[in-house]
């Protein structure tokens, strides 16, 4: 048996950054900030995988449909 201990130490630090004050707020704001946006594109507007290849124009794509979520946004507004 092996055991790497800059893993451990680096689980450790990770543990104690995640059970502070700090992260533990940004955890709770974790929830509402981004998770629910991917969630409303990938299930109601039915966005599961890109069309296109290449890094310019999946970054073409994917502002397209953000676009898109955020013009839904103020027509629910308006």
Do not use: P, Y
Not at 34 to 54: D, Y
């Amino acid at each position: 048996i092996q055991r790497n201990h800059e893993l451990i130490r680096l689980k450790a630090k990770a543990k104690a950054l995640l059970l502070s004050e700090q992260g533990i707020a940004h955890r709770k704001r974790r929830c509402w900030e981004v998770e629910a946006v991917f969630g409303n594109i990938k299930q109601n507007m039915g966005f599961k995988r890109f069309m296109l290849r290449g890094l310019d124009k999946v970054e073409t794509e994917i502002g397209l449909v953000a676009m898109a979520h955020n013009l839904k946004k103020v027509g629910l507004r308006a």
